[in-house]
């Protein structure tokens, strides 16, 4: 026990002293290697596994954007793969489909960024500062939608705003004369989808404001509305600035999330009336697995939702270093 | 005035969360009192309780979608996933903490770019992959993506969480002779158990939920998981409302029994894992 101790407090400078200098360079160099070997031990089955799936696919989807593989083996001599430059990317700007799936994504940023992460703030904002009753359940409501299955919340939302689901109902009961055209009218099918997307994943950035504001004192609010401060004011001056770092790393998540959303609308929509709830993401499925596949155009499209995504993260961390040097 | 003020903020906080809680509890509430109609009731009454209580569209969904085989599957690639991302990311995590290495920068920072990488950007790559190494329709084939989707998290999270492990505990530890992986064994997986808990919780919603990858990566039935299931009773048996919503209650039941099993720790994963890239 005693002696344990000792080692422990020798461990970073007391051995030099007792080792003398040649036993002590063999036994480093022999730990050095032990060292490296150990490294690699540790590090490799990881780097294995995240390279093989994740990080060489997605360099391989860009080389394949840029040919008119479409399926059967890469190298054949019978039908060899052509290098066909950007033509895959003039194929997608030029489809009405994309255009249609861009238009929608953009509406989910939009929700997700003006909507969720708003909405989550005030509500965490006013659930730590105890400004309502019921707080545990209310926060439980509010996140539970988004453990649930997203293809089971897709279903049961597109049942209930379906003709033979409550919704209609209720409608009818108020206006006999009015008819659920929701899904089937190409204007309005993408309003339940946002709808239910804002009410889906405003539970994430509510825990994620939640956990954060409970790492300020609360002392620090009582002491500047002591001085006068509105709840209001204290909220903007002192909370707000506090959090920007938060909020860029919700937008950022909300945005990678946006171009994700491929479950829910896959489930509620699947891209119709006529394909135009569709998103980049069915967009590509689309390209790949529905009808002729072509390859070529799918992993140009999933190259370009890569792209999007790191453009506004990029543009989003420009815009946080214009504002915060302002601040300063 | 502040008080009137006040009062109004208040009337519209109540009501954004009773938007919230009406939203979440009622279509609950219609989809469990539904699933106890027969689809002849549903058709004329589809908003009150049913006049006759049934059960039978719960066995007759359970046995038409096959839920016993897709309990089983989803089960597997859920727990065999997250107990891979977790070994692996503790064993990594330790690694990059703890010994030094010119390597650490570039290997490290792959995986905490991966972070943004979505399913979507190696989804096709990833099917011609398997296709070329025979992959599809086999377990491994499912869940090696899914072990190499939760790796980049999982690898950021341990590796934060080991470093702020002091040094002299491994140190000490290394003086008295121990090896690096008897060392990850017996000192830091103990005292890493909260990030451990904290990744496996984060994979296991992840997992459970996901949909795209099984269903581009497996044809065969026998493979599939529940998502894709419950999403064939919307699709061929979709006029069979009884079956379908009984399914849709059977798909929902698991995660909401996991989320008050593990509420607060679901509420701390899901805080640590909203991690920049």
Same mark, same amino acid.
């Given at each position: 026990?005693?002696?344990?101790?000792?080692?422990?407090?020798?461990?970073?400078?007391?051995?030099?002293?007792?080792?003398?200098?040649?036993?002590?360079?063999?036994?480093?160099?022999?730990?050095?290697?032990?060292?490296?070997?150990?490294?690699?031990?540790?590090?490799?089955?990881?780097?294995?596994?995240?390279?093989?799936?994740?990080?060489?696919?997605?360099?391989?989807?860009?080389?394949?954007?840029?040919?008119?593989?479409?399926?059967?083996?890469?190298?054949?001599?019978?039908?060899?793969?052509?290098?066909?430059?950007?033509?895959?990317?003039?194929?997608?700007?030029?489809?009405?489909?994309?255009?249609?799936?861009?238009?929608?994504?953009?509406?989910?940023?939009?929700?997700?960024?003006?909507?969720?992460?708003?909405?989550?703030?005030?509500?965490?904002?006013?659930?730590?500062?105890?400004?309502?009753?019921?707080?545990?359940?209310?926060?439980?409501?509010?996140?539970?939608?988004?453990?649930?299955?997203?293809?089971?919340?897709?279903?049961?939302?597109?049942?209930?705003?379906?003709?033979?689901?409550?919704?209609?109902?209720?409608?009818?009961?108020?206006?006999?004369?009015?008819?659920?055209?929701?899904?089937?009218?190409?204007?309005?099918?993408?309003?339940?989808?946002?709808?239910?997307?804002?009410?889906?994943?405003?539970?994430?950035?509510?825990?994620?404001?939640?956990?954060?504001?409970?790492?300020?004192?609360?002392?620090?609010?009582?002491?500047?509305?002591?001085?006068?401060?509105?709840?209001?004011?204290?909220?903007?001056?002192?909370?707000?600035?506090?959090?920007?770092?938060?909020?860029?790393?919700?937008?950022?998540?909300?945005?990678?999330?946006?171009?994700?959303?491929?479950?829910?609308?896959?489930?509620?929509?699947?891209?119709?009336?006529?394909?135009?709830?569709?998103?980049?993401?069915?967009?590509?499925?689309?390209?790949?697995?529905?009808?002729?596949?072509?390859?070529?155009?799918?992993?140009?499209?999933?190259?370009?939702?890569?792209?999007?995504?790191?453009?506004?993260?990029?543009?989003?961390?420009?815009?946080?270093?214009?504002?915060?040097?302002?601040?300063? | 005035?502040?008080?009137?003020?006040?009062?109004?903020?208040?009337?519209?906080?109540?009501?954004?969360?009773?938007?919230?809680?009406?939203?979440?509890?009622?279509?609950?509430?219609?989809?469990?009192?539904?699933?106890?109609?027969?689809?002849?009731?549903?058709?004329?009454?589809?908003?009150?309780?049913?006049?006759?209580?049934?059960?039978?569209?719960?066995?007759?969904?359970?046995?038409?979608?096959?839920?016993?085989?897709?309990?089983?599957?989803?089960?597997?690639?859920?727990?065999?996933?997250?107990?891979?991302?977790?070994?692996?990311?503790?064993?990594?995590?330790?690694?990059?903490?703890?010994?030094?290495?010119?390597?650490?920068?570039?290997?490290?920072?792959?995986?905490?770019?991966?972070?943004?990488?979505?399913?979507?950007?190696?989804? =096709?790559?990833?099917?011609?992959? /398997?296709?070329? !190494?025979?992959?599809?329709? #086999?377990? $491994?084939? *499912? &869940?090696?993506?899914?072990?190499?989707?939760?790796?980049?998290?999982?690898?950021?999270?341990?590796?934060?969480?080991?470093?702020?492990?002091?040094?002299?505990?491994?140190?000490?530890?290394?003086?008295?002779?121990?090896?690096?992986?008897? =060392?990850?064994?017996?000192?830091? /997986?103990?005292? !890493?158990?909260?990030?451990? #808990?904290? $990744?496996? *919780? &984060?994979?296991?919603?992840?997992?459970?939920?996901?949909?795209?990858?099984?269903?581009?990566?497996?044809?065969?039935?026998?493979?599939?998981?529940?998502?894709?299931?419950?999403?064939?009773?919307?699709?061929?048996?979709?006029?069979?409302?009884?079956?379908?919503?009984?399914?849709?209650?059977?798909?929902?039941?698991?995660?909401?029994?996991?989320?008050?099993?593990?509420?607060?720790?679901?509420?701390?994963?899901?805080?640590?894992?909203?991690?920049?890239?």
């Amino acid at each position: 026990m005693k002696a344990g101790d000792a080692a422990v407090g020798q461990g970073r400078s007391g051995t030099a002293e007792i080792s003398p200098g040649s036993v002590r360079r063999t036994k480093m160099s022999g730990a050095r290697r032990e060292e490296r070997w150990a490294y690699v031990l540790l590090v490799m089955p990881a780097v294995l596994v995240y390279w093989a799936v994740m990080a060489f696919p997605a360099f391989f989807s860009v080389g394949l954007s840029l040919t008119n593989y479409n399926g059967g083996p890469l190298w054949s001599s019978m039908n060899p793969v052509k290098f066909v430059g950007l033509s895959n990317y003039v194929k997608m700007l030029r489809d009405p489909f994309f255009s249609i799936s861009l238009k929608n994504n953009t509406y989910i940023i939009l929700v997700s960024v003006f909507g969720q992460i708003p909405l989550g703030f005030i509500l965490a904002y006013v659930l730590s500062r105890r400004l309502v009753g019921m707080r545990d359940f209310f926060q439980g409501m509010i996140y539970v939608p988004t453990v649930i299955s997203t293809i089971v919340v897709g279903i049961l939302w597109q049942s209930i705003f379906s003709p033979y689901g409550p919704f209609t109902e209720i409608m009818h009961k108020l206006n006999p004369a009015w008819e659920n055209t929701l899904f089937t009218n190409p204007r309005t099918a993408m309003i339940p989808v946002l709808v239910v997307i804002l009410w889906m994943y405003t539970g994430t950035y509510l825990i994620v404001f939640l956990a954060n504001l409970q790492k300020i004192d609360p002392e620090v609010i009582e002491a500047a509305k002591i001085d006068g401060a509105t709840e209001w004011r204290a909220l903007r001056h002192i909370i707000l600035p506090m959090l920007s770092g938060v909020i860029v790393t919700s937008a950022i998540l909300a945005i990678s999330g946006s171009l994700q959303s491929f479950s829910l609308i896959f489930a509620m929509t699947a891209g119709n009336p006529a394909r135009r709830t569709s998103v980049l993401s069915l967009y590509m499925y689309d390209a790949a697995f529905r009808g002729a596949p072509d390859y070529g155009l799918a992993n140009a499209i999933s190259t370009f939702i890569v792209a999007l995504s790191l453009a506004l993260i990029a543009l989003l961390k420009f815009v946080e270093n214009r504002v915060g040097g302002r601040e300063e | 005035m502040r008080r009137e003020t006040s009062r109004l903020t208040r009337v519209l906080l109540y009501s954004i969360l009773l938007t919230f809680t009406f939203m979440t509890l009622y279509p609950v509430f219609w989809l469990i009192v539904s699933s106890f109609k027969t689809t002849q009731e549903f058709q004329v009454n589809r908003l009150g309780l049913p006049r006759r209580w049934t059960c039978q569209n719960y066995p007759l969904a359970w046995k038409i979608g096959g839920f016993g085989h897709l309990f089983t599957n989803s089960i597997i690639y859920t727990v065999g996933s997250t107990a891979a991302v977790v070994l692996l990311s503790l064993s990594a995590g330790f690694a990059f903490a703890k010994i030094r290495s010119r390597a650490t920068p570039f290997l490290h920072g792959s995986f905490v770019i991966g972070i943004l990488l979505s399913v979507e950007a190696v989804l =096709i790559p990833l099917f011609l992959m /398997a296709n070329a !190494a025979g992959l599809t329709d #086999t377990r $491994l084939g *499912i &869940l090696l993506p899914y072990i190499g989707m939760g790796m980049p998290k999982g690898i950021y999270l341990c590796t934060e969480y080991i470093k702020s492990i002091p040094d002299s505990l491994v140190e000490s530890a290394r003086i008295d002779g121990a090896s690096y992986p008897k =060392i990850l064994a017996s000192i830091i /997986a103990p005292m !890493a158990k909260p990030v451990a #808990t904290t $990744l496996a *919780i &984060l994979n296991v919603t992840g997992v459970w939920n996901e949909f795209m990858l099984v269903n581009v990566l497996t044809s065969k039935t026998s493979l599939k998981s529940l998502p894709i299931g419950i999403l064939k009773f919307s699709g061929a048996l979709s006029s069979d409302y009884g079956k379908q919503l009984a399914a849709l209650v059977v798909g929902m039941l698991p995660m909401l029994i996991f989320y008050t099993i593990f509420r607060n720790q679901i509420t701390k994963g899901v805080s640590a894992g909203a991690v920049k890239g």
